[in-house]
């Protein structure tokens, strides 16, 4: 194997998200620290312990879950979001009892800004021929709070929904509860009675 295709340096190299569960727990376990120092190693192993925590989260998750709340939103995206860098999109596409259907990851940008269009938010919940839809999208900065194009591209979204009969439920912006002056951890615009 050649050396940047060992799971340690693949880590450093791509983040914990591009390993296998198999290659976390070898980091776990200590194989191939020969030639790395304790710093690197220790580095190592942190990042897959919380990797493989993220992963059993997230998978523990029923995917039937009724999303009838931004807090179950949050609760749901949440364990996806930790540690992102960088702004993410998601498409909640849910059936007339709220049930989650498909969660789909619709755009990713950059520290401070995504890609939410219309378009591509619709495009999956129609291709799950779901009746309601929630968007959600993170804030890196941990703070949910909406900025001005936030708010634009809701009131943009709600509009397409109403035209293609997909009706948007709510926009969730989910941060840190650390971060957040509220508390909570998320913005809800539906629970804000912005949609």
């Given at each position: 194997?050649?050396?940047?295709?060992?799971?340690?340096?693949?880590?450093v190299?791509?983040?914990?998200?591009?390993?296998?569960?198999?290659?976390?727990?070898?980091?776990?376990i200590g194989v191939?620290?020969?030639?790395?120092?304790?710093?690197?190693?220790?580095?190592?192993?942190?990042?897959?312990?919380?990797?493989?925590?993220?992963r059993?989260?997230e998978?523990t998750?029923?995917?039937?879950?009724k999303?009838?709340t931004?807090?179950k939103?949050?609760?749901r995206l949440?364990p996806?979001?930790t540690?992102l860098?960088?702004?993410k999109?998601?498409?909640?596409?849910l059936?007339r009892?709220?049930?989650?259907?498909?969660?789909?990851?619709?755009?990713?940008g950059?520290?401070?800004?995504?890609?939410?269009?219309?378009?591509?938010v619709?495009r999956?919940?129609?291709?799950?021929g779901?009746p309601?839809?929630?968007?959600?999208h993170?804030?890196?900065?941990?703070?949910?709070?909406?900025?001005?194009?936030d708010?634009a591209?809701?009131?943009?979204?709600?509009?397409?929904?109403?035209?293609?009969?997909?009706?948007?439920?709510?926009?969730?912006?989910?941060?840190?509860p650390?971060?957040?002056?509220?508390?909570?951890?998320?913005f809800s615009?539906?629970?804000?009675?912005?949609l």
């Amino acid at each position: 194997m050649l050396a940047e295709d060992r799971p340690r340096e693949r880590l450093v190299r791509l983040g914990p998200r591009a390993l296998l569960d198999s290659e976390l727990f070898e980091l776990l376990i200590g194989v191939g620290t020969r030639g790395a120092s304790a710093q690197q190693v220790s580095r190592s192993e942190l990042a897959a312990a919380m990797e493989l925590a993220r992963r059993l989260r997230e998978r523990t998750q029923d995917p039937g879950d009724k999303l009838d709340t931004p807090a179950k939103v949050w609760s749901r995206l949440e364990p996806i979001t930790t540690g992102l860098s960088v702004e993410k999109c998601w498409v909640l596409c849910l059936n007339r009892r709220n049930r989650l259907i498909a969660l789909q990851e619709i755009s990713s940008g950059t520290a401070t800004s995504s890609l939410l269009h219309p378009r591509e938010v619709f495009r999956q919940a129609l291709r799950y021929g779901a009746p309601a839809a929630i968007v959600a999208h993170n804030h890196p900065s941990g703070d949910p709070s909406p900025s001005s194009a936030d708010r634009a591209v809701t009131r943009q979204l709600a509009e397409a929904g109403r035209i293609l009969g997909v009706e948007l439920l709510d926009h969730v912006i989910v941060g840190r509860p650390e971060s957040d002056p509220t508390g909570k951890g998320w913005f809800s615009f539906g629970e804000a009675g912005l949609l």
